[in-house]
Structures are given as C-alpha cells and as structure tokens.
C-alpha cells in the first residue's frame, strides 16, 4: 500500500493548526484555505506530532517469525570495549551505567538502565545484514527511540541525531577513533528504531553492544551502533569526527545506508 502522499508545505501546517483529522480531511484541500497562508511563516521546523505523522506512511523493514531466528548471531566490530569507565560499568553489572541525552534538546535526560527497561518496550525479529557479507535472524527489545526523544524534547532545529559509543577503534593522529554513527529524524521516528537492551530474550551481551545499541532497522550493519553512552541531537555533522557521520562513513562507506 502507498503512503499517503503528504507535502512539506502541508505537513508543516498540520503541525502547527494541530494535529487530528486534518491529514485525513486532505493537504491539498487545506492548502487552498485562506488561513492557511498564516501558518507558513511560524512553520519553520517541523513539529514531532508533524514527524510521526510523516512517518505513520513509512515502511517497515520485514520481521521475521521465531522459528526463523539464526542460531547463531555473530558478532562483529568491536566486541569488548577496552576504556577504564566502560570496564569498570561492565564489572557492575552497568548498575551504574546512564545514557545521555542532550544537544539540542529542552530536557537533557540521564537515564538508568532500569529507567530504560521501565519505559514502553518493542520486540521485534529482523534481520541484520552486513557489508562484510553476513546475515542473521535476531530478536531484539529495547524502547523506542522516538519516546525517549519525545522525554528530552528535540527544538525544532534538530536535523540529525547521533550515537556515542563507548569502544575505540583507533583513529589518525588527532582523532579520538570513537565509534559513533547518525541518523535522521526520519529514521529516528521510525516505529521499528529502538534502543536494545536484550537479544533473543536475554540481557544484550557485551560483545552485541551491552548494555545498549542502536537498531535502525532498513539500514546496514554499521549502523546499528553498540555500546551507545550518548545520544546527542544536532542540525550539523561537521566538527565531529572527519564530518561523514559516522566512524565507517569517515572511512568511505555511505551516511544512508539503505538495505
Ligand atoms: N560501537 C560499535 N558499534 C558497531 C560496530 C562497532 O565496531 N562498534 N560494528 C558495526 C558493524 S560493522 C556491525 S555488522 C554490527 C555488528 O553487530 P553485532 O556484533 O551485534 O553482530 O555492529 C555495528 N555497530
Ligand atoms: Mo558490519
């Protein structure tokens, strides 16, 4: 099925007049009406109501049933992170571990492991592809992105959202080699893109990114960052890193890793 086919203009309008029934009543329809004219100036940004009503037309990547879940999921990149405060989260168990959420943000946010499995949970069987040219079947829960973002509440300039990792891959001289990847808001709403906490039901292991990791999941591999420590919300990409977005698209792979 097609989603339904919603302009920029028009979204921005629905976004400020409210949302309810207006995309229903038809974009176009409403873009003929006078007091529409006066929601365009103050429009600037898109609201989130705006975003997920945008997103209510995007697909989802295909989910799988648990009979097809691999048997077993490889993992790859980093798989034991070597700093000292990640060493000595992982000896406790990441009792005291936080993710960060600031940046462009009204509420920055630090949340506990046990705050992040209290919130609404999502579970879902995907698969996981490579470029390195594997595949596996997993199931992963975890909350949302798109609630934690709503709590730490993105200002209206937020073009992308980016994950800070705990592991080092080593970098030039002058670069931290910090693993870190980036999103947009599209992907950054998406109902299917969650923070992992567990994989096939049980607490996310280290060498799968625990205590948390990224699954955005109509994207490649690399993509789907573990060990995520900060979550921060900017409108540019430039400064951080070699400015690609991500430790791999430093390197030469693509920001939009479409599967
Ligand atoms: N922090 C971090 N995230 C990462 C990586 C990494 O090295 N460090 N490797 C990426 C790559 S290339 C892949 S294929 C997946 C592997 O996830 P897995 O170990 O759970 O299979 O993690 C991705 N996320
Ligand atoms: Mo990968």
Redesign the pocket.
């Known amino acids: 099925m097609m989603p339904p086919r919603v302009s920029r203009r028009g979204l921005i309008a629905t976004g400020a007049a409210g949302l309810g029934g207006l995309l229903l009543s038809g974009c176009d329809r409403l873009s003929r009406a006078p007091s529409f004219q006066n929601f365009i100036g103050r429009g600037e940004g898109l609201t989130m109501g705006a975003q997920r009503l945008l997103l209510a037309g995007q697909p989802l990547a295909p989910e799988f049933k648990p009979a097809d879940l691999s048997p077993v999921?490889?993992?790859?990149?980093?798989?034991l992170p070597t700093s000292p405060l990640y060493q000595s989260l992982m000896a406790d168990g990441f009792a005291d571990y936080r993710l960060v959420v600031d940046g462009l943000v009204g509420q920055p946010l630090s949340l506990s492991l046990a705050q992040l499995k209290a919130m609404p949970t999502r579970t879902q069987i995907t698969r996981?592809d490579?470029?390195?040219g594997w595949s596996?079947i997993g199931q992963w829960t975890g909350a949302p992105l798109a609630r934690i973002l709503a709590l730490a509440r993105p200002l209206a300039s937020v073009r992308y959202v980016i994950f800070h990792?705990?592991?080092n891959?080593g970098g030039g001289p002058g670069e931290s080699g910090l693993?870190y990847?980036s999103i947009d808001l599209f992907d950054a709403f998406h109902p299917q893109t969650i923070l992992a906490w567990a994989l096939n039901g049980q607490p996310l292991d280290v060498?799968?990114?625990a205590p948390l990791?990224l699954r955005v999941e109509r994207q490649l591999?690399?993509k789907?960052?573990?060990?995520v420590m900060r979550i921060e919300l900017a409108n540019r990409m430039d400064g951080l890193g070699r400015g690609k977005g991500g430790?791999?698209e430093d390197r030469g792979y693509a920001w939009y890793a479409g599967i």
Do not use: I
């Open positions: 999921f490889r993992a790859n990149g980093s798989t996981h490579c470029v390195e596996a990792c705990a592991d891959l693993y990847e060498s799968h990114g990791r591999g690399y789907q960052a573990k060990y430790f791999w």
